[in-house]
Each structure stands twice: as structure tokens, then as C-alpha cells.
């Protein structure tokens, strides 16, 4: 077993770090940010939601009324660029965890009956499809030792956050990407 985790190194802020490893519902909400921000703004966000909204919790997000958690979103500086998509999109992944998983996020993994299970969860939350899903199952395993069974070949093939482990991983993890999207713009693929 690994050791604990205290800290996931995706934003540079130790308290935002620590959070992400501590609330599984604050890992959540950041992979549903990280999209079209940099990896430290959208693993900001659960640390600075938390803050506006005196708490993480899936059912006090899930009964906000849309328009206080999207004022919540908006209040400057924005937790997103696209703030009014992200608040609906949190506050429907806070209303799967609290009414499929009790409240709990972490019931996720812990009542998914093998890593395929686990992946097909996970796909079905909103904001995390195909590519985040593998994701998440590769931080759960390599730094929370959430290993079910086939978990390895549910893993993606390309370097993802699950491979970062230090400040120096991140800024590689981070080069690498922007390279494999400037090859793709210069073949004429999708970025």
C-alpha cells in the first residue's frame, strides 16, 4: 500500500493540493474544471468554491439555486472562462453524488465492483467522458492505491496527471501536451 497522500501537485497552492487529496468530491469538481484552463486554474476551483460557498458538499451544491452557484462561478476572479457552463455542470455532478452515491464521492470507486465498473461511473458523471475517466482511475491508483480488479487495463496510453507526482512532473506533464497539440494543429488534425 502506498503512503498516504496528503498532497496532489496540480496547482502550486498547498492548500488547494491538500484538498484534492483529502476530499474526493473536491478531486471530482476539479477534473470536471479542467477544460480549457490550465491544470492549476481548474484544480483551483474546488479550494476557492469551497471558500465562497463556506463548504464542499455534493447535496448544499446540488440544492443551490442555479443562480447563486453561478454568482459563485462568476464572483471575480471567475473559477472558470466559462463559468455559467461550469456551475451547471458541477452542480449536476454534485446532485449524482448525492443522490446515486449518498453524499459520498469516494463511493465511486469503493462500490464499483471491478475497474470497468469503476470506469463506467465514472463516465457517467457529468463533466468526465472517456478520456477523464481513465484518468481518474490512474490517480486513484497510483496515489491512493485504489486498485479493482483490471484497473491496469483501464489506464490510457498517453502521459495524463496520473503520471504527476512533483511541481517538475506537472511543468513536464504540461510541455508535453502543448508539443502533442502543436504537432496535431501542424498535421492538420484537431489540437
Same mark, same amino acid.
Given at each position: 500500500?502506498?503512503?498516504?497522500?496528503?498532497?496532489?501537485?496540480?496547482? $502550486?497552492?498547498? =492548500?488547494?493540493?491538500?484538498?484534492?487529496?483529502?476530499?474526493?468530491?473536491?478531486?471530482?469538481?476539479?477534473?470536471?474544471?479542467? /477544460? /480549457?484552463?490550465?491544470? /492549476?486554474?481548474?484544480?483551483?476551483?474546488?479550494?476557492?468554491?469551497?471558500?465562497?460557498?463556506?463548504?464542499? +458538499?455534493?447535496?448544499?451544491?446540488?440544492?443551490l439555486?442555479?443562480? +447563486?452557484?453561478?454568482?459563485?462561478?462568476?464572483?471575480?476572479?471567475?473559477?472558470?472562462?466559462?463559468?455559467?457552463?461550469?456551475?451547471?455542470?458541477?452542480?449536476?455532478?454534485?446532485?449524482?453524488?448525492?443522490?446515486?452515491?449518498?453524499?459520498?464521492?469516494?463511493?465511486?470507486?469503493?462500490?464499483?465492483? +471491478? %475497474?470497468?465498473?469503476?470506469?463506467?461511473?465514472?463516465?457517467?458523471?457529468?463533466?468526465? $467522458?472517456?478520456?477523464?475517466?481513465?484518468?481518474?482511475?490512474g490517480?486513484?491508483?497510483?496515489?491512493?492505491?485504489?486498485?479493482?480488479? $483490471?484497473?491496469?487495463? /483501464?489506464l490510457?496510453?498517453?502521459?495524463?496527471?496520473?503520471?504527476?507526482?512533483?511541481? =517538475?512532473a506537472? %511543468?513536464?506533464y504540461?510541455?508535453?501536451?502543448? %508539443?502533442?497539440?502543436?504537432?496535431?494543429?501542424?498535421?492538420?488534425?484537431?489540437?
Open positions: 500500500m502506498p503512503e498516504p497522500v496528503t498532497s496532489l501537485p496540480f496547482t $502550486g497552492n498547498p =492548500e488547494a493540493d491538500a484538498l484534492l487529496a483529502s476530499s474526493p468530491l473536491a478531486l471530482l469538481v476539479g477534473f470536471a474544471l479542467d /477544460q /480549457q484552463v490550465a491544470v /492549476q486554474k481548474a484544480f483551483s476551483g474546488p479550494l476557492e468554491l469551497a471558500r465562497r460557498l463556506g463548504g464542499l +458538499d455534493a447535496v448544499a451544491v446540488a440544492g439555486p442555479p443562480e +447563486d452557484l453561478e454568482t459563485a462561478f462568476r464572483t471575480p476572479p471567475a473559477l472558470h472562462r466559462f463559468p455559467g457552463m461550469m456551475a451547471g455542470r458541477v452542480q449536476a455532478l454534485c446532485a449524482v453524488v448525492a443522490s446515486e452515491y449518498g453524499n459520498d464521492a469516494s463511493g465511486i470507486w469503493t462500490g464499483a465492483s +471491478d %475497474a470497468r465498473d469503476l470506469r463506467a461511473r465514472l463516465r457517467a458523471l457529468p463533466g468526465i $467522458g472517456e478520456a477523464k475517466s481513465a484518468t481518474v482511475i490517480v486513484l491508483a497510483r496515489r491512493f492505491g485504489v486498485r479493482p480488479a $483490471g484497473w491496469e487495463a /483501464q490510457p496510453a498517453e502521459p495524463t496527471l496520473a503520471d504527476v507526482d512533483s511541481a =517538475e506537472l %511543468a513536464a504540461q510541455a508535453g501536451k502543448r %508539443a502533442r497539440k502543436a504537432e496535431g494543429r501542424a498535421a492538420g488534425g484537431r489540437p
